[in-house]
C-alpha cells in the first residue's frame, strides 16, 4: 500500500554529517507511520527512529543521543534523516519504514520497508 524508496546515503568522516530521505507514495497518510532501521554487517537490523505522519511526534533509539532528527516534509511525502556528528559505529545500510496504526500508538513492527540506502562512516 506504500513505496518508499531512500536516497541519501554515503561515505564520510567521522563527525561528518548525512541527511537520509525517504519518499513515500501509496494510500493516504492520515494513519502512517515511517521511520528508520539500519543494518550494520554482522549485526541484526535495529530500530534507529520513527514519525508519526499525522502530528509529528517522534520517537528514537537511545542509541542517538541527540545526533538524529527525523522530520518530515508533508507536501514532497517525504521523512528524513538528519544525522550528525557520524560516528565509525554508525556504518550500516539504513533502511526507510512504514506502516499504519489506526489506534494512533507507534507500530510494533513495520510491513513495508525501502531498499536501503549505505552509510559509511570512516575514522
Known amino acids: 500500500q506504500v513505496q518508499l524508496v531512500e536516497s541519501g546515503g554515503g561515505l564520510v568522516q567521522a563527525g561528518a554529517s548525512l541527511r537520509l530521505s525517504c519518499a513515500a507514495s501509496?494510500?493516504?497518510?492520515?494513519?502512517?507511520?515511517m521511520g528508520w532501521f539500519r543494518q550494520a554487517p554482522g549485526k541484526e537490523r535495529e530500530f534507529v527512529a520513527a514519525i508519526r505522519w499525522s502530528g509529528g511526534s517522534t520517537y528514537y533509539a537511545d542509541f542517538v543521543k541527540g545526533r538524529f532528527t527525523i522530520s518530515r516534509d508533508n507536501a514532497k511525502n517525504t521523512v528524513y534523516l538528519q544525522m550528525n556528528s557520524l560516528k565509525p559505529e554508525d556504518t550500516a545500510v539504513y533502511y526507510c519504514?512504514?506502516?499504519?496504526?489506526?489506534?494512533?500508538?507507534?507500530?510494533?513492527?513495520?510491513?513495508?520497508w525501502g531498499q536501503g540506502t549505505q552509510v559509511t562512516v570512516s575514522s
Open positions: 519504514v512504514a506502516d499504519y496504526s489506526l489506534g494512533g500508538g507507534f507500530p510494533r513492527e513495520y510491513r513495508y
Open positions: 501509496g494510500r493516504t497518510f492520515s494513519t502512517l507511520f
